[in-house]
């Protein structure tokens, strides 16, 4: 029963299932809790909120989630609710083989059996770095519980001999001045300790700001708390806000699917377009939308970047960091500058609309945040993503065109074929190889059930020799995805991916690769009679696991036009609570 404030009776959360019966079972869970030094009036009769902490020591994004976790307990306590730290599975980006792609959906489990089963009522869900986003989203839409995303925030900006430098962008920037021989060993050690100067989460323009301004555009966090930097006492004071706002959520039972529909999800994509995002959301948001009940496509993606040009001028697309556009207003000024692609009248955690969170949002610094007027990438230059098909990539294939070469968008060229990226390295550094810029690079078996788990392998290395000539782009397609943080002429996602027969498996080297970004179009230039046979003679390559998480991910995991999520975890249907 839900009183006439819209507040829900105590007897009505799920905890009390744990706590408030009267049998043995319930008595362990009382007893259990005193063991752990807390009165019975701390707990009793309050809503129990899961803080849900990606927090590792091998995420450098995530160095600060243990601090923020308590500055969630306070507002938790503030609020009156009983905080409970659930340590999860970091999935940080850096350390993590092959990919932590490969954990996106362990993690997606794992945050929806957290909350299955604990007594808990609601969620703050700490992350931010790629796939931790996308992770505990998946398994809290499945899950249905009042949840409140709090992103880690981006790293501080970094510098080096008075050049901006950012994460992801620069380490590929210098790595190959360094193999053009334009910098030193030296000067590479040096940029090791200069380049990433606080924790926090990659400051450009990667997947982790991509996905986090993603869901805050989608009502998913505080307004505005994907933009706040990770160091700033801004971000301390957003987490214990998370914690007051969560216990109010519960309270007036406040679900993910009172927030998430399709409008919402479009919201997302008007982010995701304008800010230049990484072309992994791509992946991230069809899995998101389809836990949600929506069934988002590549098309309704490329739809939005039709209309919605890079307007946020961040790497790796534009010149400026994360902090940058903090500073500048963040997301609220560029969703307000946009705002006529948005629905405002969407709900969002903090119990208002988007256009409401949105009023008054002011841009402080018109050449960060710009408006569709005077984009960073116009429209007739570039999109944030691009979708590509042909007899390649029949089902689908994605790039970010607005970071390429305008003069590859439409290219003919020979391939250049690698099964593995061992040999593609050794190979492409071979002073006699026969190669120039304008042949196509291609690597596959690097897809969700190739690799296993669909690793960043896409951004394909120039090759040497060509790099000491001045080449810094040419086209390069695979079946795996590429960092957010990188840019160049590269063909992503190719779907049915070689390792399952896609016809990725089927180009030999030599064979005329046909590119039209503006067509939509990526085809072999080989006959249909000479494809026939050679799909006759394929045999399968990938290694298929037998045991182990990488097994249960080869036989269940989708294609990535359908977000490489489990098919037992994509569909809707329900999930009893366990009954003791
Ligand atoms: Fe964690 Fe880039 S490596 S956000
Ligand atoms: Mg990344």
Not at 123 to 138: I, Q, W, Y
Not at 167 to 194: C, F, M, P
Request: aromatic content about 6%.
């Amino acid at each position: 029963m839900t009183t006439m404030t819209g507040r829900r009776d105590i007897s009505e959360l799920r905890s009390q299932r744990w706590f408030a019966s009267d049998d043995m079972r319930g008595f362990a869970h009382r007893q259990r809790t005193q063991q752990m030094g807390m009165r019975r009036d701390e707990f009793m009769n309050r809503p129990v909120i899961a803080i849900i902490n990606t927090w590792s020591e091998m995420s450098p994004c995530h160095a600060h989630l243990r601090d923020r976790a308590e500055a969630v307990k306070r507002g938790i306590w503030q609020a009156g609710g009983y905080p409970v730290e659930l340590p999860a599975l970091s999935v940080g980006e850096v350390m993590v083989k092959p990919s932590t792609m490969l954990y996106r959906n362990f993690l997606a489990m794992e945050c929806e059996e957290l909350l299955r089963s604990h007594p808990v009522d609601g969620a703050v869900l700490l992350g931010g770095c790629d796939k931790s986003t996308p992770g505990l989203l998946m398994g809290a839409i499945s899950m249905d519980l009042p949840i409140i995303f709090c992103p880690a925030g981006p790293m501080a900006n970094g510098q080096w001999r008075g050049q901006k430098t950012g994460a992801g962008t620069h380490t590929k920037k210098y790595w190959d001045e360094l193999r053009a021989g334009n910098i030193t060993q030296d000067d590479w050690v040096d940029l090791e300790s200069r380049m990433t100067r606080s924790i926090g989460t990659c400051n450009t323009m990667g997947t982790a700001s991509t996905m986090t301004s993603i869901v805050d555009a989608m009502g998913l966090t505080l307004p505005g708390a994907s933009s706040i930097p990770a160091v700033d006492s801004g971000h301390t004071r957003m987490a214990s806000a998370c914690g007051v706002r969560i216990v109010e959520m519960v309270w007036a039972d406040l679900k993910p699917s009172d927030l998430l529909d399709r409008a919402s999800f479009n919201n997302g994509l008007v982010a995701y377009m304008a800010l230049g995002g990484s072309t992994n959301a791509a992946v991230h948001l069809v899995a998101m939308a389809r836990r949600a009940g929506v069934n988002l496509t590549l098309d309704d993606m490329a739809e939005v970047a039709e209309r919605v040009p890079v307007c946020a001028n961040l790497f790796p697309s534009g010149q400026y960091l994360m902090e940058d556009f903090y500073f500048a207003g963040g997301i609220l000024a560029q969703l307000n500058k946009l705002s006529r692609h948005l629905d405002l009248t969407r709900p969002t955690v903090n119990g208002r609309t988007l256009g409401e969170n949105l009023a008054g949002a002011e841009c402080w610094n018109d050449d960060v945040i710009r408006g569709e007027d005077d984009p960073i990438v116009p429209l007739s230059k570039g999109k944030t993503l691009a979708v590509l098909r042909g007899n390649l990539s029949p089902s689908g294939a994605v790039m970010k065109s607005s970071a390429a070469n305008p003069k590859f968008l439409r290219h003919v060229g020979p391939a250049i074929v690698f099964d593995n990226p061992g040999d593609m390295n050794r190979t492409l550094d071979d002073p006699d190889l026969d190669i120039t810029e304008n042949t196509v690079i291609i690597l596959r078996n690097a897809g969700p059930v190739g690799a296993p788990g669909m690793p960043e392998w896409g951004n394909l290395p120039i090759p040497k020799k060509l790099l000491m000539q001045g080449v810094r782009d040419m086209v390069r397609i695979c079946d795996g995805r590429m960092s957010g943080t990188h840019y160049g002429t590269c063909i992503l996602h190719v779907t049915p991916e070689a390792a399952v027969g896609g016809p990725l498996a089927l180009v030999q080297t030599g064979d005329l690769i046909e590119l039209d970004v503006r067509a939509g179009t990526l085809n072999m230039l080989v006959e249909e009679t000479e494809l026939s046979r050679r799909r006759a003679a394929w045999v399968p390559t990938a290694v298929r696991y037998g045991r182990s998480f990488a097994a249960l991910y080869q036989q269940h995991v989708s294609q990535a036009d359908e977000g490489c999520d489990f098919d037992f975890l994509s569909r809707g249907d329900p999930v009893a609570e366990p009954v003791i």
